[in-house]
């Protein structure tokens, strides 16, 4: 039972996570029409600047300021180059986001090292936010904190007790993508600024005719959407590893979630990173197989068909590629995406 | 006539003293292909300073009275550069061309069993296809058995124990421990996962039939992030053992996934002491993660004095003694072929003995594997006795148990071809 638990709570972690990038980069393509292939690189250098930042004040402070950096430089090149290139289409955008990317990995190289750089969480991360305790004759128990040592080992014989910790950092990711969420889906449908980038997301020459300024409005985007992504940065870095691939790792995922969420919706992305995280975490604990799905419809393979290295590729060794399974699978029977409200 | 005859006889004279010198000062180049970025990159960085740092001690004649300088008994001098590999086997290709046209002809390679069998095979075809410019594969990490029974080449040398020498050893050791009953395995899939898994079942079903093996797993090479859904599903297993031939951050990461999801069973390893695993076990695990390797911290003499120096110098632990083996070993084949042509230096180093800082090892002629002995370790608070810290942990991995040469070697099938 707790295993269940903890693996939801797992794989909630990991899709909210997977949310805060993917937000970022739905945002800038619903308002810009631009594919942000250096949407992973935000990432990175958020992580990497919410390093040194909290090498020099402190893990809170820097859980602000890192956010703040990336998204300047984000506008910043927002300004100086994606709007040179905005008036020779969709593909020179791209591709000059692409280059991004590549600059800004060798850059953290150059500047960081090439070795992965231990950014430890704070200490009020340290440690479990709670644990659960399974007692096969007493049942479930929850305990804020570290459980102690005597309550995890059972003490009469025949009786099985398991102590499932859940890591603070884990529960802290979960609650910022959550108010994270909350204070994005604000903003666009309560405050002026929100009504006006939606507005402009569909009628941008209206928008403009009426005297507001749109290059600000895309530049705040593109600025904020990098932040959203420096702030995943930040804690995806303490909790993970900070190293230079790690925009490599996450890349290809989030380009997955925004896919299958469909293009352009928020809450699209939300259902995608929060499905794709679970699915991905439970799929490595199952064992099954084709082999074994075959023995239990009750087909009689031969040792040949059984040794066959497809037949005997188990859920849990594809766990890491399910998110582009269903990346093909969404592009085939609904390119749309799961929520999704351009018709692209 | 006679003055000519005797002028012909002194210059032949003196031509044949020079070329019993000609080693003397020779520079062998030898090239290190290996990952120096990406997530096994600081595994290999650090390995290479390594290289680098011993190429300095035994180049040269030995100092008399120096145990710090060994040099080596033909008085070459070792130039050691590194290349990338990026753990690919098809950028390891590349990186073997690279090398030989830059006319080095002697390979080190070890991380990776993957790309230690591609280029076993390419460097076994270019020898064959390029007599004159023949190439030597030092292998000092990858332990996939194959490499010395299958596939095993004249032209390849292992200085690390194989898996099934390792095996065999863990097998031993694991059996003797009574409150050992149910064990997953935890592998990287690839060929070196795929081997230990096999093995480990082998040997324990050989030694003790009643232990169990609750589940094993395969997981991506260098790609996983994430272990806690791993660690979840080894403590549904109740799994009180795992055994793991993981490295680099594949163990760094799945060792601190165990640490925060709160699993407390053993765990017997291949590479605990390797870059960045000291740091993610910190203080935990202390009496419960065990290494099988054939050296350890704390092996004394000389190698303490090498280890502090080397610490003090790079700020970086020393771990991989196939350096130094690789490094005697060469040397004192060279003196012995009385050449660096990799021909001559590898006849010369079949059935070779060499002493070196773990006591006698003999390099096999059947199947070129090192037969040396292995150690059993466990991860414990560093103390007067074992007192070499790693990463500044204030832990070590202090030795439980040896096995000398005859017990940790393993039978070979090797059918090696001859040039």
Redesign the interface.
Known sequence: ME?FI??ML??LS?GLLLFMLSSGLTLIFSMMGVLNFAHASFYMVGAYVGYTVSGVVGFWPALILAPLIVGALGALFERFFLRKVHKFGHVPELLITFGLSYVIFELVQLIWG???L?FRPPDLLQG?AF?LINHSVHGLRLLWGAAPAEL?SAAEAGV?L????F?ATRGFMMLVALVMLGSVWLLLTRTRVGLVIQAALTHPETVESLGHNVPLVFMMVFGAGAALAGLAGVIGGST??T???MAA?VGSVIFVVVVVGGMGSLSGAFLASVLIGVIQ??A??F?YSLGTLAGQLGLQLGTYALGNSLIKLTL??V??ILPYLFLVLILIFRPKGLLGTRED | MKFALKVVAVTAAALCVSAAFAQKGEVVKIVRIDPLTGLLGPVGVSQLKGYQFFAEKYSGLPVPGNPGQPGNPAGVKFEITGIDNKLSPTESLNALKAAIDQGVRYVIQGNGSSVALALVDAVNKHNERNPGKEVIYLNDSAVDPDLTNSKCSFWHFRFDADTSMKMEAMGGFMADQKDIKKVYILGQNYSHGVQVAKYIKEVLARKRPDIQIVGEDLHPLAQVRDFAPYIAKIKATGADTVVSGNWGSDLSLLVKAANENGYTGKFFTYYTGVTGTPTALGTNGAGRVYQIAYSHYNMGGQMDKWMAEFKTKYNDDFYTGSTIRIYEMLGAGIAKAKSTDPVKVAAAMEGLKVTTFNGEVEMRKADHQLQQPLYMAVWQKADKKYPYSPENTGMTLAPVKEYPNYVSSTPTSCQMKRP
Do not use: H, K, M
Request: charged residues 10%; hydrophobic residues 30%; glycine residues 2%.
């Open positions: 295993f903890i693996s797992n794989g990991y090439r070795i992965a231990n479990p644990t995890c099985r398991v102590c499932s910790p890591p993970f590893l190293e230079p691939s790792t975490t439970f490595v604990a064992d849990s060794q766990a890491p």
